[in-house]
């Protein structure tokens, strides 16, 4: 027998290694959680950063104390089970991609909150997105850019207003390891840009099977502000916007070559990367000495696009002198002239005064693009016409794939016990099939109520445990004696979290307060609510709708039934969608692309109450949630919020608050459970990471490698 002492420890290290732990948190969080509680909360639930503080004597000794060698030792089998199988869907389905793989490009990347690489939805549905083609064994790869600063650490002062802390990653704390070229060395690679070159090291994290590439342009070479090009996430200038871009796009498609893999597709999520088109095309002109129409055209067979900006604003465009400054010398390895590259990225490209548009650029490369749900879809063809003139909308070659989330990140382990025992232990490979989810109907009401109740007084002691921490920060007094009185788990609980841009409306249930008083005060039917979101530093507007919200979580009124969880992370988000009642979303119509956090609160037994946008307006059957108004949508904003607003009050008034106080003999609310049940049947096996990742293998992975391996 090896030497079980060294044994322990670095079985533990190779399990936090692989951030396959962060969707079993049973087998490893909670063993890390046992080993020593304390530490586990103070170095923010990382594991890496864990192992690095314990001896190796250390663990042993505790793990006798509390006998978990067995359960670690399982927790190791089972990953090595997991990695080395070969049973997998993707095994099975992916053949023509094998030898050639998925090359999944995106800004951010949201995992864990302990690598704060991803700012918001984007970024969560991108590691989402890895996360389940892990599980089904897709041959992919993604790749990335690593923020040293990440995006911010959100603080309120005194006066409710968001303070942003920029805090530096230690890269030692993180499952990072450096990639080797060829000859052994790490991998720098080098984008040539008219004044000086742009260099990044490559770093790879393991996700389960899949490795996922990151790019670091903080090393010797660059000048002191390329240093910082990939610290902030979304923080800089235009000039820092295409550098990044350049980076993730160029020098993310050259880490494939240097390592000698060759995609079979290009999956660019969002346009940030659409500059792998280009670099793509290069290689293959030099490969098969082809020229650039023919390149381009063989290249955009296996490119897959996902735009998710509904917004014309929203996406990346860049002046003609930016891009010749940072493009001129790749243009000219291209062959072509600076107005032929413009025209690219332009809708007109006779139009010499109209800038060059990452989404475009993308839209006219690839031959399979999409939005994020059904109404997006719409959206974006609308809005995309003026790239085919000459045909009608339905014509327009943007489908649509609707986001999904990966349930085993997001479920709490409580409910992960009551579907194990209830569903059959293979649920979790089988959740695409609906009859997995008929068998809800066998749990006991009142178990499913319990179990809920128990997360909801989880999620409780997590906002009371931070809002003490803030008033302590903030030496509010008053506060800190009142801690206890916050919240209760009796109450009809509202969740309400989103990044503060005005189109998501986080203050439309403050509209009119006095009717949203006499709610949260009704002594026998009271609701209370949960708010969490950052506003983008730069977002004064956002900023100022945040803090009439936290400004109110303040007063001596509303300080127990309105509250203002700081820093919304993946850490926040996983205890509000695991705890609340209802998860409130009111969206301007039809500007919420997709939005997945209301996805997340299903299996956890929480109910959607939403605006009829994105999945909602194709997931809402009458029963299953709940929805603000009819759909309806106005010029004049004014009028819509208003309108928005009434129906929300109403919908609380008339649906929501009688169906949740109306309670059985045993203090189970039983039409509330039913619909839950409801929820979980009619969404659970839809709204999933797997059944989306399985959408685009199916309708764009396979035909884009298909078309490629026939066409000459
Ligand atoms: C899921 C999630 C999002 C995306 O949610 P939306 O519904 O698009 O607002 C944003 N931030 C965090 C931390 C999340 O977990």
Redesign the pocket.
């Known amino acids: 027998m090896t030497d079980m002492k060294s044994n322990l420890h670095s079985r533990l290290r190779t399990l936090a290694d692989n951030l396959w732990w962060t969707w079993h948190p049973e087998l490893i969080s909670n063993r890390l959680s046992d080993l020593d509680p304390r530490l586990w909360r103070q170095v923010d639930h990382n594991p890496v950063a864990f192992m690095n503080q314990v001896t190796p004597a250390q663990v042993e000794e505790r793990a006798s104390e509390l006998v978990l060698h067995s359960r670690i030792n399982y927790a190791f089998r089972r990953l090595n089970e997991y990695v080395e199988d070969h049973n997998t869907w993707g095994a099975i389905h992916c053949g023509n991609l094998n030898n050639r793989p998925v090359a999944y490009f995106s800004a951010e990347f ?1 995992l864990h909150e302990s690598i704060p690489i991803y700012s ?2 984007l970024g ?1 549905l991108a590691g989402d997105h890895l996360k389940s083609a892990s599980d089904l064994g897709i041959p992919l790869i993604g790749i990335g850019l690593l923020y040293h600063q990440g995006y911010f650490c959100q603080r309120l002062n005194k006066d409710g207003w968001q303070e942003e802390d920029y805090i530096n990653l230690d890269v030692n704390m993180l499952p990072l390891r450096p990639v080797m070229d060829s000859k052994g060395v790490p991998m720098v690679v080098r984008v040539d840009t008219r004044s000086n070159p742009l260099l990044a090291r490559v770093w790879e994290i393991q996700v389960g099977r899949i490795r996922l590439m990151l790019l670091d342009s903080n090393i010797e070479g660059n000048s002191q502000k390329d240093r910082e090009l990939t610290s902030r996430l979304y923080g800089g200038d235009h000039e820092q916007r295409i550098r990044q871009e350049l980076l993730l796009g160029i020098g993310g498609a050259r880490i494939l070559q240097g390592l000698n893999i060759f995609p079979g597709v290009l999956h660019l999520n969002e346009g940030h990367s659409s500059f792998a088109i280009l670099e793509e095309v290069r290689r293959i002109m030099e490969y098969d000495q082809i020229p650039f129409k023919r390149a381009l055209r063989r290249v955009s067979l296996y490119t897959v696009f996902t735009t998710h900006t509904p917004v014309a604003a929203g996406h990346d465009r860049f002046s003609p002198d930016l891009i010749e400054e940072h493009l001129g010398v790749f243009r000219e390895n291209l062959g072509l002239s600076h107005r032929d590259f413009m025209a690219l990225g332009r809708v007109n490209p006779a139009d010499s005064a109209e800038t060059f548009c990452m989404t475009v650029l993308a839209l006219k490369s690839s031959r399979r693009a999409n939005g994020v749900s059904a109404i997006h879809g719409d959206v974006s063809r609308l809005m995309w016409n003026c790239l085919w003139p000459d045909r009608i909308e339905s014509e327009i070659p943007i489908g649509h794939i609707t986001n999904g989330v990966h349930i085993l990140s997001w479920l709490a382990p409580q409910m992960y016990q009551l579907f194990q025992t209830r569903l059959g232990q293979d649920w979790p490979s089988r959740m695409i099939h609906p009859d997995v989810w008929e068998k809800v109907a066998d749990i006991d009401d009142a178990e499913l109520w319990e179990t809920h109740q128990t997360l909801k007084m989880r999620l409780i002691g997590f906002v009371r445990r931070r809002l003490q921490k803030q008033a302590e920060r903030l030496g509010q007094r008053d506060m800190l004696k009142h801690i206890e009185h916050i919240l209760d788990p009796e109450v009809l609980t509202i969740g309400c979290a ?2 503060f841009a005005t189109y998501k409306r986080g203050d439309l249930i403050v509209a009119d307060l006095e009717r949203l008083t006499r709610l949260l005060k009704d002594p026998r039917r009271p609701i209370q609510i949960i708010f969490a979101g950052k506003a983008h530093p730069r977002d004064n507007e956002g900023k100022h709708l945040l803090q009439r919200i936290a400004q109110l979580s303040y007063t001596k009124k509303f300080r127990s039934s309105i509250v203002f969880v700081e820093n ?3 850490n ?2 996983r205890h509000l969608v695991q705890g609340v009642d209802v998860w409130l ?1 009111t969206p301007r119509r039809p500007l919420e692309a997709c ?4 996805q ?1 609160v299903v299996l956890n037994g929480g109910l959607n109450l939403s605006v009829l946008d994105g999945w909602w307006n194709e997931a809402y059957d009458g029963k299953n949630g709940f929805a603000i108004g009819h759909g309806g949508m106005h010029n004049d904003l004014a009028v819509q919020n208003q309108r928005d607003s009434e129906y929300l009050y109403e919908t609380l008034e008339r649906e929501v608050i009688p169906l949740y106080y109306q309670r059985d003999v045993h203090g189970v609310p039983s039409q509330w459970v039913k619909r839950m049940k409801h929820a979980m049947q009619t969404l659970g096996w839809r709204f999933n990471a797997d059944r989306m990742v399985k959408d685009y293998v199916e309708r764009f992975y396979l035909p884009a490698a298909n078309a490629t391996s026939t066409e000459t």
């Open positions: 949201g918001g939805g969560i989103r990044r919304y992370d993946y926040v988000a979303n939005g997945t956090s209301g997340k």
